[in-house]
């Protein structure tokens, strides 16, 4: 990395979550080698004195308002961003790292109009894809590619960020093209090839585009641990196929767990990780266990795992596939967006066509009567999804971005 030392200041939309930890894993590391860091985020607790909160409770409840019930997101918080505004005026940025920028805590056309006003040179992370659409962070389930060409009549209006009257995907989509006319010394960074290809199809796509995957915590690993815990109670002398999710709905892909559970044998079952916005009974043959914060908890529910199956068909990364393969669990996911990235058929996991349950479970009683090398496959995982990787990744880009 250049050996100058710079100014960067990091914006997301939290200082928790994936997104959160990546920002703070930056943060942490330019401060760590004598650069300036700034981080601001929009919620979530305090970081440290070098990182400031963008929004607050009332502020955050009228972007909500009028994005729900206008249509609009990403026009209202004008006061908290002109705030910031302020900040980064006073912090004099070299480069500006802009993560994700929906969840109703800034103002676009504020901030891009002070990035071009001031040229200053600026990275973007695409952590999903709503920076190019009307309004739809994911497309795959509607089938929809209006975003390649001007969006309007929406068919994912309640989907988040939803609208409940309003369809302005037309002028958002073209308000977006119009931020970044004149900006100039951008580099957009994609957290998979997939994505990178999506983003490349888009008005974002006569800017330079590279690609650094998301880093995996270094504690999730092979841990052989013979302790009987509540999870290894509930699961005991079982064929475990686990998934993950923060929260689980239809585009997570709740319904195919649950049509993947009517094809069980007595031996087998389904552990759930993650708040179930469905309240109706679950097949007894799904275990449910709730969203962790547990670094150490989660850790121990992969290597509990013989199995981890994703039926997400809309991932820009996948992240839990990652830490089950550092825990040297095998995965089957489906063919669709970024998750095929990750699975080799045969050595760790197997590729499935999406929504064909049927081959989901034949994948799944291969890998049972198949013998996957745990810690081999942990190991290689552990260096590919590296944090160290993903900060050197990033660094790399300032480095090349800051010499221009």
Not at 356 to 370: C, G, L, R, S, T
Request: hydrophobic fraction near 35%; charged fraction near 25%; include cysteine.
């Amino acid at each position: 990395m250049n050996k100058e030392k710079m100014r960067i200041a990091q914006i997301n939309t939290c200082s928790y979550g994936s997104t959160g930890g990546i920002a703070k894993k930056i943060h942490a590391e330019l401060s760590e080698q004598g650069h300036e860091s700034l981080f601001a985020y929009g919620f979530g607790p305090d970081v440290n004195h070098k990182s400031v909160k963008i929004s607050n409770k009332v502020s955050g409840l009228v972007h909500k308002v009028i994005s729900e019930f206008i249509g609009l997101h990403g026009y209202a918080s004008v006061i908290s961003t002109i705030k910031l505004v302020k900040k980064l005026k006073k912090f004099k940025p070299d480069i500006i790292h802009l993560h994700n920028l929906h969840g109703g805590y800034i103002n676009l056309k504020i901030l891009f109009d002070y990035i071009k006003k001031e040229n200053i040179k600026t990275v973007i992370t695409l952590h999903d894809c709503w920076l190019f659409t009307g309004k739809c962070y994911h497309y795959y389930e509607a089938r929809c590619d209006k975003y390649l060409h001007n969006c309007g009549n929406c068919p994912q209006l309640s989907m988040y960020p939803k609208s409940k009257f309003f369809d302005f995907t037309t002028k958002m989509l073209n308000d977006k093209k119009n931020l970044f006319k004149g900006i100039k010394n951008l580099h957009i960074v994609t957290v998979s090839q997939w994505l990178k290809e999506q983003a490349q199809a888009t008005f974002l796509g006569r800017f330079p585009i590279s690609v650094v995957s998301n880093g995996v915590n270094d504690v999730f690993r092979v841990t052989n641990s013979t302790e009987q815990t509540e999870v290894t109670d509930k699961i005991k002398g079982k064929f475990v196929i686990l998934s993950v999710a923060s929260v689980w709905d239809e585009h997570k892909g709740m319904k195919d767990i649950e049509d993947l559970s009517l094809r069980l044998a007595d031996d087998e079952v389904i552990l759930v990780v993650g708040k179930i916005t469905n309240k109706k009974p679950l097949p007894d043959n799904i275990i449910t266990i709730d969203r962790t914060e547990n670094i150490e908890k989660l850790v121990e529910i992969y290597n509990a795992a013989d199995v981890y199956v994703s039926m997400s068909t809309e991932e820009t990364f996948g992240l839990t596939i990652a830490e089950a393969l550092c825990c040297g669990v095998p995965a089957i996911v489906y063919n669709a967006t970024a998750c095929r990235e990750m699975v080799e058929n045969g050595k760790n996991g197997y590729v499935a066509q999406p929504h064909n349950i049927e081959q989901v479970y034949e994948y799944i009683q291969n890998i049972k009567a198949d013998s996957f090398t745990c810690e081999r496959m942990s190991v290689f995982f552990k260096e590919k999804y590296s944090g160290k990787k993903m900060i050197e990744g990033y660094f790399n880009v300032y480095a090349n971005l800051y010499n221009i």
